[in-house]
């Protein structure tokens, strides 16, 4: 992970720098491949898309720090635990992310820096998921 994390991490004020884009990309995406998935937000959108932004920027920044990435990935589990979110909508919430960033880098993103988004992201996505039904930490889902 390490040197995709340098990659992640030189890129990640161009992306950050249009989190609210980035963030409005993702769930629209998350919902077209998971229409299931929309009703499960009851709460106020708005903040919510806020908490979503600032927890991935904070994840990103913690890739290389294994104690804080696995305590931000530990509470992420925990909130997300009583969803039940299977095995497909977490793998959808990888694409959902990669078309996002697509979208709003545009030409600006590079192959080694797309590439190195998707490792990020699904590194992220495994470390959420409830173990007993999700991918294991490490496993590749893409
Ligand atoms: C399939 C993927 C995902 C699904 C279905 C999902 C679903 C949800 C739902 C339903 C909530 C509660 C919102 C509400 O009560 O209205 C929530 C909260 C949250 N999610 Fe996710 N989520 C997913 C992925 C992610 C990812 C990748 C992140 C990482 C940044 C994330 C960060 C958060 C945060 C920070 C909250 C707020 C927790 C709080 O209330 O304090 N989620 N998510």
Not at 118 to 138: C, F, Q, R
Request: charged share 25%; net charge negative; aromatic share 10%.
């Amino acid at each position: 992970m390490t040197e995709q994390a340098v990659v992640v991490r030189s890129s990640f004020s161009r992306v950050f720098a249009r989190k609210a884009e980035l963030t409005n990309r993702f769930y629209h995406h998350l919902f077209l491949a998971r229409p299931e998935i929309e009703a499960m937000f009851t709460k106020n959108f708005g903040i919510q898309k806020e908490m979503f932004s600032s927890m991935l920027a904070l994840v990103v920044r913690a890739l290389e720090q294994p104690k804080l990435f696995y305590l931000l990935t530990d509470k992420l589990r925990k909130q997300h635990a009583p969803l039940a979110i299977n095995r497909e909508q977490w793998k959808a919430a990888v694409d959902a992310l990669m078309l996002a960033f697509r979208e709003v880098l545009q030409d600006d993103l590079s192959a080694e820096e797309d590439a190195a988004w998707e490792a990020a992201a699904t590194v992220l996505i495994g470390a959420m998921a409830v173990p007993d039904d999700g991918p294991k930490i490490g496993e590749s889902l893409v």
